[in-house]
C-alpha cells in the first residue's frame, strides 16, 4: 500500500492581547510618572516597573499605597492585588491615588504576626485552650485555613443616623458583628451583624499595638 505525504496547515494561534490602561502612580517627592500596562497587573508588578525605571535598588521593601484624601486613610496594596480593580472601586469624583514608595514593615505580618493578633484581641475556642500558647495558636492560623476571632471596640453609626455609638465588635469569617451587651461574648440574642453601619477609626479605638493603623484583611490602613 503507498502512502503519500500530505501537510496539514494549522490554524494560526493568536497570541492573547489584554488591554492597555494608563495610571498614574505618584512617589515620595509627590511627582507623578503616567504608564500603560496591561489590566491584569498587581501591586508587586507595578513596584518591579518602577524599581527598574526609576533605578532603584530592590530590597523588598518598595510599596504601592492607596490613598484615600476623603477618609484620611491609606493603606499598603498587597502584592498579589489588581491595580486596576483597585482603581475600580473609587468612583469618577475621586481624589484617591497611587503612591510607590518604602515600606520597611511591608512583610512584618509575617515576621511578627503577634505584633498584629494581641492577645487580648484573639479569642482561643475551648479545644485549643491550654494545649497551646498565644503564639503557637497565630502560627497554627497563618498556617491553615481556620480563622481567628478578632475581637475589640469600634463607633458605629447606623445609616441615616446622626450620632455614633461605641459597641464591642469580634470579627469572624462569616462577617463582623457587635455586641448591645458590653464585653461578653458575642453570640444569641446580644449580638448583631455591622451590614448597614459605618465604622470609625480612632485613635482610641485602637489598642497599643495597632495605635497606627488597624489590620484587616491581612491590610494595613493607617491614619494619615
Not at 508588578?45 to 518598595?62: E, G, P, T, V, Y
Not at 479545644?127 to 503564639?135: D, F, R
Amino acid at each position: 500500500m503507498n502512502f503519500h505525504a500530505r501537510r496539514v496547515t494549522l490554524p494560526a494561534i493568536t497570541p492573547l492581547c489584554l488591554p492597555k490602561r494608563v495610571i498614574k502612580v505618584y512617589s515620595e517627592d509627590n511627582t507623578s510618572r503616567a504608564v500603560e500596562v496591561p489590566s491584569d497587573i498587581t501591586a508587586r508588578d507595578i513596584c518591579q516597573l518602577f524599581i527598574l525605571k526609576n533605578h532603584c535598588i530592590d530590597d523588598h521593601s518598595w510599596t504601592l499605597f492607596e490613598q484615600i484624601p476623603h477618609l484620611s486613610i491609606e493603606r499598603t496594596i498587597e502584592d498579589h492585588e489588581s491595580v486596576i480593580e483597585v482603581q475600580s472601586g473609587w468612583g469618577m469624583d475621586s481624589h484617591c491615588c497611587l503612591y510607590f514608595r518604602k515600606n520597611y514593615a511591608k512583610y512584618e505580618f509575617f515576621k511578627k504576626p503577634l505584633d498584629f493578633f494581641p492577645e487580648h484581641m484573639v479569642s482561643i475556642s475551648s479545644e485549643t485552650n491550654g494545649i497551646m500558647n498565644h503564639s503557637q495558636l497565630i502560627q497554627t492560623f497563618l498556617s491553615s485555613s481556620s480563622c481567628p476571632e478578632i475581637h475589640g471596640f469600634l463607633h458605629a453609626k447606623e445609616h441615616g443616623r446622626k450620632s455614633w455609638k461605641k459597641f464591642y465588635f469580634v470579627l469572624r469569617r462569616s462577617g463582623l458583628y457587635f455586641s448591645n451587651k458590653g464585653t461578653s461574648k458575642v453570640g444569641g440574642d446580644g449580638s448583631r451583624s455591622a451590614h448597614g453601619y459605618s465604622l470609625k477609626l480612632s485613635t482610641s479605638d485602637l489598642s497599643a499595638t495597632e495605635s497606627a493603623g488597624i489590620s484587616f484583611n491581612r491590610s494595613q490602613y493607617h491614619l494619615l
